[in-house]
């Protein structure tokens, strides 16, 4: 991407309005390490934000998914006060959004039950990959 060449009129928004999506994975304490070869719980986030631009876009999207994988959490185990936590691994998405639209409300996300980490690993792309950063 060139640094001087103005961002296509597709990958603004009107409104500031902008759909991320992010892949979260859950990991048990004292479990096994995680591989690409893994089949761990994961989700598939999508959330809307408000940035001025994609640049900022992009960081909060990061910031607003690496929150969301903050702390403990209980889960139905073996046993029961089993805990474990969400890991952030990556974003899956990034495009602008044309209307005005409430900051931070989930809009879609889906449930990776029997997939291997490593193939929902492939679908995390580099900035420079994401929809809205393909000139």
């Not at 900022?56 to 209980?74: C, E, P, V, Y």
């Not at 006060?81 to 969400?86: D, L, P, Q, T, Y």
């Not at 952030?88 to 996300?109: H, K, M, N, Q, R």
């Amino acid at each position: 991407m060139k640094s001087s060449a103005k961002t296509p009129w597709r990958n603004q928004t009107p409104y500031g309005w902008w759909i991320a999506s992010y892949i979260q994975r859950f990991e048990w304490e004292g479990g096994k390490p995680t591989t690409n070869r893994s089949r761990p719980l994961c989700w598939e986030n999508t959330v809307i934000l408000k940035a001025k631009n994609r640049e900022i876009a992009f960081r909060k999207a990061n910031a607003l998914a690496k929150l969301s994988a903050t702390g403990r959490w209980q889960l139905l185990g073996d046993p029961p006060e089993r805990v474990g936590r969400w890991v952030f691994e990556g974003l899956t998405s990034l495009l602008p959004i044309y209307d005005p639209l409430e900051d931070g409300a989930e809009v879609l996300w889906i449930e990776y039950t029997n997939k291997a980490l490593g193939g929902l690993r492939r679908r995390i792309k580099p900035k420079g990959r994401l929809e809205v950063f393909e000139d």
